[in-house]
């Protein structure tokens, strides 16, 4: 039986822990894109996770999220990500990174005027500025994704997960509530399918072995993307070659009529079911809170590895007291919604007492 704190290996990559630290954007950054001293002290702060995996990067300048989000579309960013990963791997985490475009979720602001790109605009809000991608415009976003994903590589991060859930681009092709598109990049789930396994395959031969590529996968959703649908994914990805995938929601979580370990969120019930069709090496996340909430979901084998999130922003030293066996010395999320971190971070209400 496996713990929390095994080791695992994946593709010769060593990580000593199970515990990640999931994507979770800053917007630390400014138009530069670059990676500045308060991300270095946000990452440096949270030691112990075996796998850090550094927040959302955009690929491209018009596939921004937000103003201040951190990028890789650039060689003069690499420097800085350099300095960042180094930090990550002295800790003792091994350094990885998620890559980005946020497709139709980018507006004119966040992209310094930029025209936002997506898949089919009639998957879009009435009266939002897009354009609707070409293939060619297709193609160069995906050669975006194998660009960053060498300057990743060379910036010294060992995992590079491609954001593929929550609504940004990999989602909003895979899903048919965004892609109405009529030629092969549209229609059918095979279809629908083709930009992100084609972005796997461009990225997993630009890399070359150097890092462990991976996927963000947005598995199933409210209404549209279905949890089958989202395992023949999976599927693909493996007989492609694909070691580990991280499995979260498409563009909202669904309700699942079952659930595999009701202890769980249903958000984390939905990577169990990926794990069990498909066989794979699955990242976790979604409601962890406690140490042992996430030595459970590793010892009854209902993920093998856990991301945690919201938990360890409140608390940047869970993994470390979880490493030490000190998990309940852990400040606990007290589950804000929407979570302040993602607009003012100081008041996230368990800092503040902690702080003052
Ligand atoms: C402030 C904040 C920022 C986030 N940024 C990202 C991100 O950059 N990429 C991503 O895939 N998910 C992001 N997420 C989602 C988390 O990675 C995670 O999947 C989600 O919070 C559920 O896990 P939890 O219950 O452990 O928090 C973010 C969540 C929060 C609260």
Redesign the pocket.
């Known amino acids: 039986m496996n713990s929390l704190l095994t080791p695992m290996e994946i593709n010769g990559l060593k990580i000593p822990n199970r515990i990640v630290m999931?994507?979770?954007?800053?917007w630390f950054s400014d138009e530069s894109g670059k990676v500045n001293e308060k991300h270095l002290k946000h990452y440096g702060d949270r030691k112990g996770p075996g796998l850090m995996i550094v927040?959302?990067t955009t690929v491209s300048p018009e596939g921004r999220l937000s103003e201040t989000q951190l990028g890789l579309f650039d060689d003069n960013q690499i420097d800085g990500h350099k300095e960042l990963a180094a930090l990550i791997e002295k800790n003792g985490s091994v350094p990885g990174i998620?890559i980005?475009h946020a497709g139709g979720k980018s507006t004119l602001k966040t992209n310094y005027g930029l025209l936002p790109l997506v898949p089919s605009k009639s998957g879009v809000k009435e009266g939002k500025e897009c354009r609707e991608l070409t293939v060619e415009d297709i193609h160069r976003i995906q050669r975006d994704f194998a660009n960053a994903a060498q300057r990743a590589v060379e910036a010294g991060y060992r995992y590079i997960e491609l954001?593929g859930?929550?609504g940004y681009l990999g989602t909003q092709f895979l899903s048919p509530i965004t892609n109405k598109r009529t030629d092969g990049y549209g229609g059918s789930l095979s279809n629908r399918q083709r930009f992100v396994l084609e972005l796997y395959s461009l990225v997993e031969k630009a890399v070359e072995g150097r890092a462990v590529v991976s996927i963000?996968l947005g598995a199933a959703e409210k209404d549209g993307l279905t949890l089958e649908e989202g395992i023949d994914t999976a599927e693909k990805l493996k007989a492609m070659g694909i070691r580990v995938i991280h499995i979260?929601s498409a563009h909202s979580i669904p309700k699942l009529d079952v659930l595999e370990d009701d202890r769980f969120?249903p958000?984390f019930n939905i990577s169990a079911y990926v794990k069990k069709a498909t066989g794979l090496t699955v990242i976790g996340?979604?409601?962890?809170?406690k140490a042992e909430e996430a030595q459970l979901a590793v010892e009854t084998g209902l993920t093998d590895m856990v991301?945690?999130?919201?938990?360890?922003?409140c608390d940047p030293k869970w993994a470390e007291k979880t490493v030490s066996g000190k998990g309940d010395e852990i400040e606990l999320?007290i589950g804000c919604s929407?979570?302040r971190?993602?607009t003012e971070?100081e008041k996230c209400p368990v800092r503040v007492k902690r702080e003052n």
């Open positions: 999931a994507p979770l954007a800053t927040e959302a998620q980005h954001h859930a929550h963000r979260s969120s958000l996340v979604g409601g962890i809170k991301a945690v999130g919201k938990a360890i922003l999320c929407p979570c971190w993602f971070p």
